[in-house]
């Protein structure tokens, strides 16, 4: 069965300083990854997204990810971190076949020291 | 932009009490999901819809149902409150089709639910 790993349950980072955060998925085929990013209080925010083709992706608010065929992984990564991106970020991956369900990490969740 | 809604960002109700969680999506998604969230459990799917009046249980739909009368609107349905059932709930909404992408799902705000 499909599932995903996130290690790491609290991080803590500098502001200013770079991060990356751990996700680790198994899937027996080409998997759809997720990032997602919930602020305080809110909802889910997409930050990026990998269906296929280039390995590195490109999402929003600085953000980055690499997919890693051979390490099962999809990490998350930004070189200078903001007070702004306090939050918790979940990985997920797309569950197959026509259901259109993903499969959620348990979250990370960022703290940010001026 | 894609706009989910929910009816209520705070409720409170009582043990034994029936609860409805509305969930409005403006974009035409054909599908729809409800999760709960609940601390280092991360988001677990309870029910999704993928068409008018159609249904499919997650991974923890005991406790629940859910109602789609119309393709806009999903509906979450607590038959009798639990402690238990106390949780922050979230909907969501996909298109199987179009630019956004298969697969992407947009949410709402949440709904957080406690039951005394």
């Known amino acids: 069965a499909q599932s995903v790993t996130q290690p790491d349950i609290h991080i803590t980072v500098s502001e200013g300083a770079s991060l990356e955060l751990r996700c680790n998925y198994s899937?027996?085929?080409?998997?759809?990854l997720f990032w997602y990013v919930q602020s305080p209080g809110q909802g889910l925010q997409l930050l990026l997204k990998y269906f296929s083709g280039d390995t590195l992706v490109q999402g929003i608010k600085g953000f980055e990810a690499e997919f890693k065929r051979s390490q099962s992984s999809f990490n998350l990564r930004k070189p200078s971190v903001h007070w702004s991106d306090a939050a918790e970020y979940f990985c997920a991956v797309a569950s197959g076949g026509a259901t259109n369900k993903l499969i959620f990490g348990t979250g990370t969740l960022l703290a940010v020291q001026p | 932009d894609v706009k989910v809604t929910q009816s209520s960002r705070y409720l409170v109700k009582r043990t034994g009490e029936k609860v409805f969680l509305e969930c409005v999506q403006d974009m035409d998604h054909e599908n729809m999901f409800w999760y709960r969230q609940d601390p280092g459990l991360g988001l677990r799917l309870i029910y999704f819809s993928y068409d008018v009046k159609m249904k499919e249980k997650g991974d923890i739909p005991e406790g629940y149902s859910v109602s789609r009368e119309k393709k806009e609107r999903f509906s979450l349905i607590l038959e009798s409150a639990s402690t238990n059932q106390t949780s922050m709930y979230l909907c969501a909404s996909s298109s199987i089709t179009g630019s956004t992408g298969f697969y992407e799902q947009y949410f709402g705000p949440g709904t957080r639910l406690t039951v005394t």
């Open positions: 899937y027996g085929a080409t998997p759809y």
